[in-house]
């Protein structure tokens, strides 16, 4: 039972332009969401984060909404830039069987192209 | 800069042999995580510290695998007989708020 889905593995997106991923998740008990970016071989690199009291997180090019009725969150990166391609992970985090827990999603490969 | 630091980046190790990884979270960092991840899978939860408490270990985390936090500061990851199904990333994560951040992570393979 995946709780957090990405359900597009890939995105290929012109440089300059918005870049769009998606997220969406399935227990309405979580209160805080994430989203990472990683490079290969490389540990996850915390990007933009936002609660479940607010539907926008805004943090110069990258902004995440929260469609809390929908269970869906989203990152715009805009404008999009060559290093910005790499795999991008969202999180949900809330309190799972008594402790803090986080779930990932299966990440969304970006590539930028120039 | 003083992020989390995990030793050693890889690790290559036959079947049966004993490997492990070592994680220095943020000193302020509370809290730590550690986490398994595969080619194509976000990082799956494994065990969760609160100072030098383990509160919780994933049913992932089999009898082969132990984790320790002695004094609430750096964690210890060991695997005993290894098996080639344990190959994978072993990410760790730590907090104080709801933000986690997370080390380089150590690659083992399993021969």
């Known amino acids: 039972d995946q709780q957090v889905k990405q359900n597009s593995p890939s995105l290929s997106v012109q440089e300059g332009r918005i870049s769009i991923l998606n997220c969406d998740y399935t227990n309405s008990m979580f209160d805080y969401f994430l989203w990472y970016k990683k490079y290969p071989a490389e540990g996850p690199t915390f990007l933009i984060s936002?609660?479940?009291?607010?539907d926008k997180n805004e943090d110069g090019r990258f902004t995440v909404f929260l469609n809390k009725s929908a269970k869906h969150l989203s990152l715009h990166i805009v404008p999009s830039q060559p290093g910005d391609s790499a795999v991008y992970f969202c999180a949900a985090s809330g309190i799972i069987s008594g402790t803090y827990k986080y779930i990932f999603g299966t990440g969304t490969r970006l590539k930028v192209l120039a | 800069d003083t992020g989390v630091s995990q030793d050693p980046r890889h690790k290559i190790t036959k079947r049966g042999q004993n490997v492990t990884f070592r994680c220095d979270p943020i000193?302020?960092?509370?809290?730590l995580y550690w986490y398994r991840q595969t080619l194509g899978q976000g990082p799956e939860f494994l065990t969760y510290?609160?100072?030098?408490?383990?509160?919780?270990k994933s049913r992932l985390l089999s009898d082969r695998f132990s984790a320790e936090r002695p004094k609430g500061s750096f964690s210890t990851l060991e695997i005993q007989r290894t098996e080639q199904g344990d190959s994978a990333m072993y990410l760790c994560a730590s907090r104080t708020g709801f933000e986690q951040f997370f080390g380089p992570g150590t690659r083992l393979t399993v021969l």
């Open positions: 510290f609160q100072n030098e408490a383990q509160l919780e």
């Open positions: 000193s302020e960092h509370n809290r």
């Open positions: 936002i609660s479940s009291i607010k």
